[in-house]
Structure formats: C-alpha cells, structure tokens
C-alpha cells in the first residue's frame, strides 16, 4: 500500500505564472482527498472513499444524509475505488493476493479479478468506460485488461518507481514519478502530457477526479510534516489552482474548485 509522506514547498519550475487561484467562501465543499485516499463519485452527491482499518467501502449520500459501509464481507484491505456503470470498482489485498473487487451499489460482490502477476503496484488502476481496466506492469508499460487476457494500453516514459493510476474524462491518467503525467483517452492515444514538475524529493501520494471533471493531485515531501494539493486542467494539464499547505492530508473542493485543506484532523467528510 502506497506510504503518505509528508510537504513544505513543492517548487514545480515556472508553471505557476499561469495559476488563476481565486479563493471564494460560500460555495459548497465535497472531500477530493480523506486521509490520504482519493474520493470516488458517481454524480454530485454520491460519492465513497476507503480508510485505512476499516475492512468495507465507506458511500456518501450527501443528498439523504446518509452514510453507509458496505463490502464489508468482500474486502479485506481496500484502497482505490472508482465508481463505473452503477458498481464500485475497488482494489484489496487479501492472503497476499492483490484483486480488484466489483460490489453492485448494495455492495454485493459481482465478481474478483485477480492482478497480482500483472499490476506493478497492487492498489493502482483505472477502470474505462467500456469495462477495460488499465494496469501499470513491472516494467512500465500499460496494459488493458480484458475479458480474454491483456493487450498493451500505452508505452509510457520509463520510471525507477511505480506510477500511480486515475480514471478521468472518459480515459486514464497515469503519473510516472520523474518523468510526466500523461492523460490517455480510451484508444491509448495522448490526450496531454506535462513534463514531471516537482523535484526529485517530491511524490505523489493520489490522484482523483471531482465530480465535476477536475483533476488533483495530493503531493507531500519526505522529511517534511505538511500536504499540498495542485489542480489540473483536464482539457490541457495545466496546473491551474493549489491549495494552501495543510497538516493532514484531506482537502475540500467547492464548486468553483477552490481547494481547502483540513486544518482539524477530522478524517471524514462534512
């Protein structure tokens, strides 16, 4: 399971010229990241996140004021999730084993998929929306996985460590450390590409996406006891906003997608 370090200063060479950061008070806040862990949604009010312990998959409904652990019985040590076609998409590890699991919105198990002899980090992976899920391989590539086996995504940029994996705008992102992130559409063509813009004491701890299309990044610093989070434009890769450093690492995004970190230590939504 990755490890949240911890990030004073993130210096990402030139690119903040062209932020527009334009912090606004009194738009409603929904968490991008808690506790570490990027949050999945499945529309504006719905959305799930996992926590470090707990053996299920904890879902938002922001809208009934509701708030529901489901999986329980299927997961084991659960991390990613990604909601696709009406089901939760979630990796674990059990006996040693990595596998993404597939629960039905009552959190049912559909069905496991084995990955350990494919992903080279077993909690990364982005499910498209015709059902291929993408995988990282020990050797850097990018590979679909299908219902027949496997077929190379994308050739990326050769990393010394493993990358991480989102799903966004209909394709996959994809941060290989030192080298670029990439966003792909479906077909593993390159949509953008921005040249890796931290230093070498840098590292990413999770991507997600809002649920209005925004991309994040949860960056920290070894040695360092503090979080950051910059906002990419998913039309371009830009960096176009950043939070203010924070202590713990959950942040809010309201609706204009100004970010907030948690200042409390509280490690749940609001």
Do not use: K
Not at 159 to 178: E, M, T, V
Not at 211 to 236: I, K
């Amino acid at each position: 399971m990755p490890t949240v370090r911890h990030v004073r200063s993130l210096p990402i060479l030139g690119l903040l010229a062209s932020v527009a950061c334009n912090p606004t008070t009194g738009s409603p806040e929904t968490p991008a990241f808690i506790d570490g862990r990027g949050v999945a949604y499945a529309g504006d009010t719905v959305f799930a996140t996992t926590r470090s312990g707990l053996t299920g998959l904890v879902v938002h409904r922001r809208e009934e004021g509701r708030v529901d652990t489901i999986g329980s019985e299927a997961l084991s040590n659960p991390f990613h999730v990604q909601a696709v076609d009406g089901r939760w998409y979630v990796s674990d590890v059990q006996n040693d084993r990595a596998t993404i699991v597939v629960l039905r919105a009552t959190g049912t198990l559909e069905r496991r998929i084995p990955v350990d002899t494919i992903a080279a980090l077993p909690h990364q992976f982005a499910v498209l929306p015709d059902g291929r899920i993408i995988l990282e391989t020990p050797d850097g590539r990018l590979v679909a996985l299908t219902d027949t086996g496997t077929e190379t995504f994308a050739v990326t940029g050769q990393s010394d460590r493993p990358g991480l994996l989102l799903a966004a705008r209909g394709g996959a992102l994809h941060a290989a450390p030192g080298v670029a992130l990439t966003l792909y559409n479906e077909f593993g063509n390159i949509r953008w590409r921005l040249r890796w813009p931290w230093h070498e004491g840098a590292f990413i701890n999770d991507l997600a996406e809002d649920a209005q299309g925004r991309v994040h990044v949860l960056a920290s610093e070894e040695h360092q006891n503090t979080f950051v989070v910059f906002s990419l434009s998913p039309l371009t890769g830009e960096v176009v906003r950043w939070s203010e450093p924070g202590p713990h690492a959950t942040f809010l995004v309201d609706r204009i997608g100004t970010i907030t970190p948690d200042t409390t230590g509280a490690s749940s939504a609001r």
